[in-house]
């Protein structure tokens, strides 16, 4: 029972020190990339453009992608925010 109860404390500890470290760029991102878009796959079918990515301390950048339209909604493309003097990526999304 002690060592279920250790393990269970090791675990929240840990989770709680992992979910602090979150590397935010202080630059900000170059500005996008053109991405040769492959044909598109048929009419029901929206681009999704290419984005920077932060990782292992830089920018890479991702490719866009065609993604099938989701009926009524629209898509809200993701986006570089400054927040104080880090910058945050917000999510694209369905709206």
Not at 60 to 72: A, E, L, N
Request: aromatic share 16%.
């Amino acid at each position: 029972m002690k060592k279920i109860a250790c393990l269970a404390l090791l675990a929240f500890v840990f989770l709680l020190i992992s979910g602090c470290v979150i590397a935010r760029p202080r630059m900000a991102p170059p500005p996008p990339k053109k991405d040769i878009r492959p044909a598109k796959p048929g009419p029901e079918f929206l681009w999704i453009e290419g984005n920077w990515i932060w990782s292992s301390g830089q920018y890479t950048w991702s490719k866009g992608f065609w993604v099938k339209k989701k009926p009524g909604k629209n898509w809200v493309p993701g986006r570089w925010e400054k927040r104080g003097r880090h910058w945050v990526w917000i999510k694209g999304r369905w709206r």
